[in-house]
């Protein structure tokens, strides 16, 4: 009995106050937010986020986990996610929700029952403040997923540098994610400009221990089986010895000290099978 008189004296008071309310919540998410986002965009998002929860505290009550509470939380996850996009911090969204306890205190809590009325009120906001910071904190996460993903496909270009030769020069660490990024744009250049020859520099590699190693012969393996003969330049004095001491083996890959050895040789060769050809031809 005592829930369903918090509720009905919540609901009076709610739609009784619209206007009054919305402006003061409008008034108190600005001040916090500081003119960053406009007056007509808050009002927006806040004054269909009131009347949904009016709504749902008409039909299902305090309970914020109920069916009728659908539509606030939708609005809720799409305000957070709103909010990581432009920049705002998880304070400032979840402040969005916190600051409309603020300006219902001195209108509920002026006797036992609207004290009581207050508080019941205040912990679902507590609960629909906690989602915002759920949903703000997933968004972030793709947000970042996404920027990672963006500068290692920046990290990674395939470039042409002849007719039937492309390069990949690498810097940084190459790892696995990398290198499949490498071998995806390496192996679609190859078919996209015809080359049979790919160089690929680790000048700006600064170690090569077995497990780069392994992830260079992948790349090239991959390559081979699109018909493209790979050269590895780039072995600094440095690099070198550290391949030898680790014992890794290239095998028949060929290697140079530098990417214009490395050009001068695929073109020589691209030079000898045109040669080849003709020959064949006669």
Same mark, same amino acid.
């Given at each position: 009995?005592?829930?369903?008189?918090?509720?009905?004296?919540?609901?009076?008071?709610?739609?009784?106050?619209? #206007?009054?309310?919305?402006?003061?919540?409008?008034?108190?998410?600005?001040?916090?937010?500081?003119?960053?986002?406009?007056?007509?965009?808050?009002?927006?998002?806040?004054?269909?986020?009131?009347?949904?929860?009016?709504?749902?505290?008409?039909?299902?009550?305090?309970?914020?986990?109920?069916?009728?509470?659908?539509?606030?939380?939708?609005?809720?996850?799409?305000?957070?996610?709103?909010?990581?996009?432009?920049?705002?911090?998880?304070?400032?969204?979840?402040?969005?929700?916190?600051?409309?306890?603020?300006?219902?205190?001195?209108?509920?809590?002026? #006797?036992?029952?609207?004290?009581?009325?207050?508080?019941?009120?205040?912990?679902?906001?507590? @609960?629909?403040?906690?989602?915002?910071?759920?949903?703000?904190?997933?968004?972030?996460?793709?947000?970042?997923?996404?920027?990672?993903?963006?500068?290692?496909?920046?990290?990674?270009?395939?470039?042409?540098?002849?007719?039937?030769?492309?390069?990949?020069?690498?810097?940084?660490?190459? #790892?696995?994610?990398?290198?499949?990024?490498?071998?995806?744009?390496?192996?679609?250049?190859?078919?996209?400009? @015809?080359?049979?020859?790919?160089?690929?520099?680790?000048?700006?590699?600064?170690?090569?221990?077995?497990?780069?190693?392994?992830?260079?012969?992948?790349?090239?393996?991959?390559?081979?089986?699109?018909?493209?003969?790979?050269?590895?330049?780039?072995?600094?004095?440095?690099?070198?010895?550290?391949?030898?001491?680790?014992?890794?083996?290239?095998?028949?890959?060929?290697?140079?000290?530098?990417?214009?050895?490395?050009?001068?040789?695929?073109?020589?060769?691209?030079?000898? #099978?045109?040669?080849? @050809?003709?020959?064949?031809?006669?």
């Amino acid at each position: 009995m005592a829930a369903e008189s918090s509720t009905h004296l919540l609901v009076e008071t709610l739609a009784a106050n619209r #206007d009054t309310f919305l402006d003061q919540w409008i008034r108190v998410v600005g001040g916090d937010l500081q003119g960053r986002l406009s007056t007509a965009e808050l009002g927006r998002e806040l004054g269909e986020l009131y009347d949904s929860i009016l709504a749902a505290v008409t039909e299902g009550g305090l309970d914020g986990r109920a069916e009728q509470f659908d539509e606030a939380r939708s609005l809720l996850i799409e305000l957070s996610r709103s909010r990581a996009r432009q920049g705002f911090t998880p304070t400032e969204t979840a402040r969005s929700v916190f600051a409309l306890k603020e300006v219902l205190e001195p209108a509920l809590a002026t #006797d036992e029952q609207g004290a009581r009325t207050y508080l019941q009120f205040a912990r679902l906001l507590d @609960d629909l403040a906690l989602l915002t910071t759920e949903a703000y904190i997933r968004t972030r996460e793709e947000i970042i997923s996404s920027q990672a993903e963006q500068l290692l496909e920046l990290s990674t270009p395939v470039v042409k540098l002849w007719d039937g030769v492309v390069g990949v020069p690498l810097v940084g660490t190459l #790892d696995s994610a990398r290198t499949q990024v490498v071998m995806e744009k390496l192996l679609q250049t190859l078919v996209d400009s @015809d080359s049979t020859h790919a160089i690929i520099d680790i000048t700006g590699v600064p170690t090569v221990d077995t497990q780069v190693a392994q992830h260079l012969l992948k790349t090239v393996v991959a390559a081979r089986m699109m018909g493209a003969q790979c050269i590895i330049s780039g072995i600094r004095p440095q690099i070198a010895q550290t391949i030898v001491a680790l014992g890794i083996e290239f095998g028949d890959i060929p290697t140079n000290s530098s990417l214009a050895d490395a050009l001068r040789q695929a073109l020589t060769e691209i030079a000898r #099978d045109a040669e080849d @050809d003709v020959k064949g031809l006669l």
